[in-house]
């Protein structure tokens, strides 16, 4: 059976199959079929070495994949596939030729080393046929055309239909029906395990799987090749500027990577930066002469590329253009001209609280700072009076301990080292007291259902941004009965106690209720007096 192009080797061992099977034709002796044992183990080291070059191909197209998924996964998976359907028919072979020679010599149990050399009856023609062929061709041999026919058809539904291998498949597994010398027709089955001895079956087959094995390494090197099909191929060059950083601040260095696109590090392009005059040629493009006063731009030893290197002087858009030229086929030089821009500014550093343009005690202050042109993991901060640390969020949590003020500082890593971006003075404050409530009222007129159904004094905040609370730590409710006495019930808590509930209870309309000595605790820890509130029962 073909398999595509042939090693030498490979020719050899097929001419000897062919001239051993014409010898079987001539009745020759035993000795001469011991023959076939060479052919056989010569197929076997084939197909080793088929499988060993294969795995090479696999290990190629895993790796590819694990480096650039989106590329090379999909090829990946199909080979995947390949190898799988190929230890199959790999393994349907063996089975096929282990069932042969164990019924042949009478062998039983599992694990027996079957090898050609150790066959008793390699000149046998009987079982062979009635295993593969069968009486009225009901043999085995129809279900290993079957596994290899599905394999032939897998194969070519991974080839493009422009594939040159298209050829080599359908040829290295053949197995249509022949017509022989009289019109007679016959099977495949028939013609590869009929009227043949044991040892040329096997033979076969060991050929058959040296075949498989070929098929397979030239569909994995087709799928490898895939990897880079669809890859665009640059017939242009073009220049390429790659600032870091278009915006600079006053004082610090503008640098940018300028190349030819699908650049080669072992031949760095030559740039030049200034003025030039250029003049049509007869091929379409142009040709450029610097003028004096250009400056050659510098070869960076560690990337092999020429960098540009200028410090921010005056505020404002600095504009350059120049030649970048690199020898290219033929020895011929390859010249482009290129222009570009970046900015100079004067350090801008912005610096704002979240929520309030103060920073308050005992709360955790949320901070953004950012400065123009600069990402925010470049920046860092500090300040003179309390703490501030990243949040997390792409902000900052400053927390403060005294009154008084406090400066944040922000500086930047710019160009190998850290520089000041400067700092901004913030106030620190006492959080403002809460304001005590009774029924959501602060005192004033009251309904007496309101004010007898009431179960605590509540602490809020009014106009204040941040989510805190402060804690009612004591309080005490206070009225006059009607013989003119002044009844006062304390509380250690948030909460009205039952005495004080019943003090409510026998409230009248007129009568005055006074809630006094609230104290609030903060979440600084600091204790807040917070007044009286007087109520009049409605």
Known sequence: MGHGKETPRQKMIGLMYLFLTCMLALNVSKDILNAFIIVNDGLNHTTVGFSEKTSILYNALEKAAQANPAKAK?????????????????????????????????????????????????????YPAQIMVGAEGNGKGKDLKKTMDS????????????????????????????????????????????????????TIMSQMQATVRNLESDVVAYLNQQVDAGSFKFNKLAPTIIPNSNYVMQGSEYK????????????????????????????????????????????????????YSVRGGAVGEKKYRGIISMKGPNEKIISQSFKSSFQIAQTALVVSPTKMNVFYIGVENPVDISVPGIPSNKLSASMTAGSIVPNGKGGYTVKVTKPGTTTVNVSAKM??????????????????????????????????????????????????????????????????????????????SERITSEQKSLLEGVKKGQKVYFEEIKAKGPDGSIRELGTLMFKVE
């Open 256 to 307: 940018a990577e300028i190349f030819f696109a699908a650049f080669d590090t072992t031949q760095a392009p030559e740039v030049f930066i200034g003025e030039y005059d250029s003049t049509k040629n007869s091929e379409g493009g142009y040709d450029y002469k610097m003028r004096p006063g250009a400056v050659k731009v510098e070869i960076d030893k560690k990337t092999g590329k020429p960098v």
């Open 74 to 126: 999909p090829w990946n998976d199909k080979a995947v596939d390949v190898r799988k359907r190929t230890q199959i028919v790999i393994d349907s072979l063996q089975m096929f030729k282990d069932t042969i020679i164990r019924t042949a010599d009478g062998l039983k149990g599992k694990n027996l080393d079957l090898k050609a050399d150790s066959i008793s009856s390699k000149d046998n023609t009987d």
């Open 415 to 492: 160009d190998g080292g850290t520089k000041s971006m400067g700092s901004k003075e913030f106030r620190v404050k006492r959080v403002p007291d809460p304001v005590a409530k009774v029924a959501g009222q602060k005192g004033g007129g009251i309904a007496a259902t309101l004010l007898k159904a009431a179960k605590r004094v509540d602490p809020v905040m009014e106009n204040f941004d941040f989510d805190l609370k402060f804690q009612i730590t004591g309080f005490v409710v206070s009225t006059k009965t009607k013989d003119g006495f002044t009844i006062d019930k304390p509380s250690t």
């Open 151 to 202: 394999y032939r058809e897998f194969l070519l539904g991974l080839v493009g239909k422009d594939s040159s291998l298209i050829k080599t498949i359908n040829e290295g597994i053949d197995t249509k029906t022949q017509t022989g010398k009289e019109g007679e027709i016959i099977t495949w089955e028939s013609h590869h395990f009929e009227h043949l001895p044991l040892i040329a079956v096997i």
